[in-house]
Nanobody
Framework: VQLQASGGGLVQAGGSLRLSCAVS????????MGWFRRAPGKEREFVAAIRLSISSTAYADYVKGRFTISRDNAKNTLYLQMNSLKPEDTAVYYCAANPSSLTTIERFYGYWGQGTLVTVSS
């Protein structure tokens, strides 16, 4: 399984961005997909995860109500719609896949994309 994240960029506070993660390999729909981020000088942290569909998701408290994770299983693509962005959302965002559980725990995700940088200016 290979993951390729894209869609990052520079945006003003209050703005929006949509990240995408193209996934190659077999059985995309069987993987739980997640987004994580690493801010400058900080550890990587969980952002959101989705099982088969938007009806089964998990969000970190600091993005709940502002970010929406979704997936298009026909296109093998994962998305993260980010609204009402704040300067503290500045980070490299990573998509990740795990074959089993809807979890916030990083070590359960065995496949990772290369990351895409999101910068939110104040």
């Amino acid at each position: 399984v290979q993951l390729q994240a894209s869609g990052g960029g520079l945006v003003q506070a209050g703005g929006s961005l949509r990240l995408s993660c193209a996934v190659s390999g077999r059985a995309f729909s069987s993987y739980v997909m997640g987004w994580f981020r690493r801010a400058p000088g900080k550890e990587r942290e969980f952002v959101a995860a989705i099982r088969l569909s938007i009806s089964s998701t998990a969000y970190a408290d600091y993005v709940k109500g502002r970010f929406t994770i979704s997936r298009d299983n026909a296109k093998n693509t994962l998305y993260l719609q980010m609204n009402s962005l704040k300067p503290e959302d500045t980070a490299v965002y990573y998509c990740a896949a795990n074959p089993s559980s809807l979890t916030t725990i990083e070590r359960f995700y065995g496949y990772w994309g290369q990351g895409t940088l999101v910068t939110v200016s104040s």
